[in-house]
């Protein structure tokens, strides 16, 4: 099947396969609403699908959640960042330039960015 | 960039790393957009004769194989290579899959269908949806997602 004959909400599912259904319905209704309400757990989702099972439970305690450190406290490397960027593009529909998320240190960082995008 | 290209067996074998008797894809037909390939099971492989034991059936990871082969033809292709000329050409290798899913049974003298849908590219990197039928169209596996990352010989020789 081409991108071109799928709707938004299957290429959501697809970018966003692994998340779970809160996640995948909060990205439908960014791309029917544009409310950026639910970016943080968006992204949270996103990065959380990505990282190695035995890290996942870092991602529990929301006050801490933000200041997760890509590569130092969840072992992403540059591959992964890579597939995270995909699946971001794809599911909310941005051209993200990868070579700034690469410098991007934390989960907020990560947030903060993408939100300034979906801004302009 | 040719809009589309034709590469035969020895064209492919000029091209990617993987040769005999490790190599899964024939001919092969790519465009920008889609790629296709075809693999007939002859029954010699070495490896039916451990999967399985009395009845030879094509290994799933086998298939997966043969997807990686032809995404890595297209994936030269998108990033500009001239396949029919081949010089200094990176060797492009796995580096993750969303999802993989097995509809059927491959067996001796079947001939597989493998088709590539190109996703994005963003060097060294490039994604590609692939499908792989049997004569008679039914899809026998699908990979979402195939990421392959292009690698100079020189890195890969020197882990």
């Given at each position: 099947m081409n991108t071109k004959d799928k709707s938004i909400a299957e290429i959501i599912r697809e970018a966003f396969r692994g998340c779970d259904e809160e996640t995948i319905l909060a990205v439908i209704k960014y791309r029917e609403?544009?409310?950026?309400?639910?970016i943080p757990e968006i992204v949270s989702s996103v990065i959380k699908r990505y990282t190695e099972p035995d890290f996942r439970?870092?991602?529990?305690d929301i006050n801490k959640r933000g200041s997760?450190?890509?590569?130092?406290?969840?072992?992403?490397d540059s591959l992964t960042l890579f597939e995270i960027v995909v699946a971001l593009e794809e599911g909310l529909g941005l051209n993200i330039d990868d070579t700034e998320v690469h410098q991007l240190e934390n989960l907020n960082a990560v947030t903060e960015y993408i939100e300034n995008l979906l801004k302009k | 960039m040719n809009s589309e290209i034709i590469l035969n067996s020895q064209d492919i074998r000029n091209v990617l790393a993987q040769t005999d008797?490790?190599?899964?894809?024939?001919e092969a037909n790519i465009s920008k957009k889609f790629a296709s390939s075809t693999y007939a099971i002859?029954?010699?492989?070495?490896?039916l004769e451990g999967h399985f034991k009395d009845f030879p059936i094509f290994p799933a990871s086998i298939l997966m194989e043969a997807a990686g082969q032809l995404a890595s033809l297209h994936m030269l292709f998108i990033m500009d290579y001239d396949l029919l000329n081949p010089e200094k050409l990176p060797i492009p290798v796995f580096s993750s899959t969303g999802r993989t899913s097995c509809h059927g049974i491959c067996k001796p003298k079947d001939v597989l269908t493998i088709e590539s849908y190109f996703k994005i590219l963003r060097p060294p990197m490039a994604s590609f949806n692939i499908k792989i039928l049997n004569e008679k169209q039914e899809k026998l596996a699908y990979v979402e997602n195939l990421f392959l990352t292009a690698v100079s010989p020189a890195e890969l020789k020197s882990y």
């Amino acid at each position: 099947m081409n991108t071109k004959d799928k709707s938004i909400a299957e290429i959501i599912r697809e970018a966003f396969r692994g998340c779970d259904e809160e996640t995948i319905l909060a990205v439908i209704k960014y791309r029917e609403t544009g409310e950026i309400d639910n970016i943080p757990e968006i992204v949270s989702s996103v990065i959380k699908r990505y990282t190695e099972p035995d890290f996942r439970h870092l991602f529990k305690d929301i006050n801490k959640r933000g200041s997760l450190n890509l590569r130092e406290d969840l072992e992403l490397d540059s591959l992964t960042l890579f597939e995270i960027v995909v699946a971001l593009e794809e599911g909310l529909g941005l051209n993200i330039d990868d070579t700034e998320v690469h410098q991007l240190e934390n989960l907020n960082a990560v947030t903060e960015y993408i939100e300034n995008l979906l801004k302009k | 960039m040719n809009s589309e290209i034709i590469l035969n067996s020895q064209d492919i074998r000029n091209v990617l790393a993987q040769t005999d008797p490790f190599l899964f894809v024939e001919e092969a037909n790519i465009s920008k957009k889609f790629a296709s390939s075809t693999y007939a099971i002859s029954g010699k492989e070495f490896f039916l004769e451990g999967h399985f034991k009395d009845f030879p059936i094509f290994p799933a990871s086998i298939l997966m194989e043969a997807a990686g082969q032809l995404a890595s033809l297209h994936m030269l292709f998108i990033m500009d290579y001239d396949l029919l000329n081949p010089e200094k050409l990176p060797i492009p290798v796995f580096s993750s899959t969303g999802r993989t899913s097995c509809h059927g049974i491959c067996k001796p003298k079947d001939v597989l269908t493998i088709e590539s849908y190109f996703k994005i590219l963003r060097p060294p990197m490039a994604s590609f949806n692939i499908k792989i039928l049997n004569e008679k169209q039914e899809k026998l596996a699908y990979v979402e997602n195939l990421f392959l990352t292009a690698v100079s010989p020189a890195e890969l020789k020197s882990y």
